[in-house]
């Protein structure tokens, strides 16, 4: 199969993303990989592969950048590429770790949506202390949902979940301020109702205190609610970790039991590790597109491009329409 890669978009690029490329090639024997951008910036941290091809792109595509404008006009940006490769068959999936917007603007306009889909959702795996993790959609794709939005993300979800995740009867839970069926406001009521009718396993809803308990497998939402649960998620993490380094280094004893428990903070650290998961997929789209976190390191674009060749390797965007289409 052939993946298509951002080269030049992320905090760490191009770096961290050619070293993420390479180790993907180094470990999957089945994938090319066509990596888009600048050659001569990432020239630098190269090695010659057979399965590698470069494509050199003169724009790049920033963060600051308006994302539907920036599509059209920066035709021959790294992103923009990338996602025309996707589109015309070139590519059977694609990645990057820029512009949020523009990706999620350039997978409509370019790659397109599967028919029977109302608004594709942004998911991704999020950490549990069981260290199974749980999916979590929509995480900001759309900041307002109707209740058959809802009921779309779930069994988008549930094909995920069983597809790439291996669960025989994944757990959907539906994202409400309390468990009883009758709490929450227009939107989760209605949206509660739905769940219960569609063919999936549904189990009521769930509070986001107990997310990370691992309450269940499949967690839909709206997308403004969504994606303030993952940066809240997201920051209490890197603020829980900044603390309990700060604590550790405040004496020598604390240095000390540091050293004694030195492997256990690793293993930690490794649960609640967005690197291992891979990136945010574009649930929805006639082909998968995969946005890594911003701040990828080599690590965690080598996770994202596992995660896009499982779900070529699973044909989840085929199972998607199927399933929608008899919905």
């Known amino acids: 199969m052939k993946l298509a890669v951002d080269g030049m978009g992320g905090d760490n690029a191009p770096q961290a993303i050619v070293e993420g490329v390479l180790l993907a090639l180094e ?15 990432m020239n630098p941290y190269l090695k010659q592969h057979p399965r590698l091809q ?15 404008r920036a599509v059209r006009r920066k035709k021959d940006s790294s992103m923009t590429r990338m996602l025309e490769a996707v589109a015309d068959g070139t590519a059977d999936a694609c990645l ?6 523009a990706l999620m603007a350039g997978g409509l306009f370019k790659v397109g949506r599967i028919d029977g889909v109302a608004r594709p959702a942004l998911a991704t795996t999020l950490p549990t202390i069981d260290g199974n993790g749980f999916l979590m959609l929509d995480l900001g794709a759309n900041s307002d949902a ?6 779309q993300y779930a069994i988008m979800g549930d094909i995920y979940a069983k597809k790439v995740r291996g669960y025989s009867e994944p757990r959907i839970g539906l994202l409400n301020i309390g468990t009883e069926e009758k709490k929450g ?5 209605a949206s509660f109702d739905l769940l219960q009718e569609g063919h999936i396993n549904f189990e009521g809803n769930v509070e986001a205190r107990e997310l990370l308990n691992g309450v269940a497998d499949v967690v839909v939402t709206d997308g403004f609610t ?7 998620i ?3 993490a890197g603020a829980l970790f900044s603390m309990l380094k700060g604590a550790f280094m405040a004496s020598t004893k604390s240095k000390l039991a540091a050293v004694l428990v030195k492997n256990d903070l690793k293993e930690l650290k ?4 967005y690197t291992e998961y891979g990136g945010a997929a574009l649930f929805g789209l006639k082909a998968p597109v995969i946005k890594a976190h911003g701040s990828s390191n080599a690590r965690a674009i080598y996770s994202a491009i596992k995660q896009a060749r499982t779900m070529v390797e699973h044909d989840v965007c085929t199972t998607i329409q199927e399933t929608i289409s008899k919905a």
Do not use: R, W
Not at 54 to 68: L, R
Not at 146 to 151: A, D, G, N, Q, S
Not at 270 to 273: A, P
């Open 96 to 101: 990057s770790a820029g512009n949020t917007g």
């Open 234 to 236: 997201e920051g209490t």
């Open 27 to 41: 470990d999957f024997s089945d994938i090319e990989i066509l990596l888009y951008g600048k050659q001569d910036e």
């Open 185 to 189: 406001n227009e939107l989760t009521k």
């Open 146 to 151: 109707k209740p058959e939005h809802i009921l």
């Open 270 to 273: 490794t649960k609640m590790d």
């Open 54 to 68: 470069i494509i050199h792109c003169e724009e790049v595509i920033e963060g600051e950048d308006d994302p539907a």
């Open 226 to 232: 969504g994606n303030m649960v993952l940066k809240s």
